[in-house]
């Protein structure tokens, strides 16, 4: 089996047709889904969206062109199953699991977790506090479907939680510091804003808004 170097498995938990303003031009807008396939296409040979439900067809029309392969939780089925389903259709030996809520995710910081993961299983922030983002993540492939595979209790409707289940059995595990290493590549910490209500999707719009000015002012300088 030809092994592509990387993947990226975008879970989709119902907040994908929310939408931000584009970088580029005032008068668009993307969804969120697109905004987190734009960030991870340019680091990642091979890409999955899982849905947590039945997308709209709009929604795969939309993200068609990044030449996607998509997989939808079956109703009553735990998630983590369809996800496991996406990494052991991959050809990548690691693959980088996201969800739709990290609209502002960087491609470096993505980048930097593949190369944490090259010579490990995982490769995942943790911050200061000893919290981790396992739903921010590179796994290999093979480890964690098997892990899946092998789970002795029922997995349950959170995909976060029982991922976070998983990464806890890992020993082979690359810890990157949110404060030390990877703010370096993303000052502002955007890559780790949830969008999980209003209000912080307010604040993904707001930090979408001040890039696109950021993009426009370049463009009038140059």
């Not at 947590?52 to 709009?58: A, D, Q, Y």
């Not at 939808?72 to 969800?99: D, M, N, W, Y």
């Not at 939680?161 to 949110?178: E, M, P, T, Y």
């Amino acid at each position: 089996m030809q092994t592509a170097a990387r993947g990226a498995i975008i879970f989709a938990t119902g907040f994908e047709n929310k939408t931000i303003s584009r970088h580029f031009d005032p008068n668009e807008s993307g969804t969120l889904l697109e905004y987190v396939l734009d960030s991870v296409w340019t680091v990642a040979d091979e890409l999955f969206v899982v849905f947590n439900r039945e997308p709209e067809l709009s929604t795969i029309e939309v993200i068609s062109p990044f030449g996607v392969k998509v997989l939808s939780v079956a109703r009553g089925q735990p998630p983590v199953h369809t996800i496991a389903g996406a990494f052991k259709s991959s050809k990548s030996e690691h693959c980088l699991l996201v969800t739709e809520r990290l609209p502002l995710l960087k491609p470096n910081v993505a980048l930097a977790l593949f190369e944490g993961a090259r010579a490990n299983d995982c490769s995942i922030p943790r911050w200061e506090d000893g919290r981790i983002e396992p739903m921010l993540a590179v796994y290999r492939r093979n480890v964690f479907t098997r892990l899946v595979n092998s789970w002795k209790q029922p997995f349950t409707s959170n995909a976060t939680r029982d991922v976070a289940a998983i990464a806890g059995q890992l020993f082979d595990v690359k810890f990157l510091s949110v404060e030390r290493d990877l703010m370096e590549l993303d000052p502002e910490l955007d890559s780790f804003l949830e969008v999980k209500d209003e209000k912080s999707l307010f604040l993904a719009r707001e930090k979408a808004s001040i890039k696109r000015k950021r993009v426009l002012l370049k463009k009038i300088a140059k």
